[in-house]
């Protein structure tokens, strides 16, 4: 069985003047504007990278509670930041990176321990497994 959730987009207009919103089946974004000045010059509103950013974050932290749960250990928090690289390349752009960034305070783990366990679930988180580009993970065992 599979589960599937979904997230829509709509666009109007050419791709410097167009605009767009984004939208999640559950509506915690609802009509989000997006365009190119959002995801190119700061302005205002979201953009892809950092929606993929903040899915793979809390992807990543769920998969970390459960590789850690599994080792008979439980975090008292887990705080992930997910960097996303747009890259120009000769045939356009593309997402070649994601670097996360991990803090957590987890009683009772090594830092061996720890370091080993987060890389598991680098590797195994499903949205990890989605990107072909290298992933690189930076943690920090708090406590």
Request: with cysteine; aromatic share 6%.
């Amino acid at each position: 069985m599979a589960i599937k959730k979904s997230g829509s987009a709509h666009w109007e207009g050419s791709i410097k003047e167009g605009h767009g919103t984004v939208s999640t089946e559950s509506n915690a974004l609802k009509s989000q504007p997006y365009g190119f000045n959002t995801r190119f010059e700061d302005k205002p509103g979201t953009n892809p990278e950092e929606l993929l950013g903040a899915a793979h974050a809390a992807c990543f932290s769920m998969a970390l509670s459960l590789i850690l749960g599994e080792a008979g250990l439980t975090a008292k928090s887990i705080d992930t930041k997910a960097v996303v690289s747009l890259t120009k390349a000769a045939d356009g752009f593309e997402i070649d990176a994601v670097a996360l960034t991990l803090k957590a305070d987890v009683p009772g783990a090594t830092n061996e321990q720890f370091q080993a366990l987060a890389n598991k679930a680098k590797t195994g988180c499903p949205v990890s497994k989605l990107f072909k580009a290298t992933i690189t993970l930076d943690a920090t065992l708090a406590g």
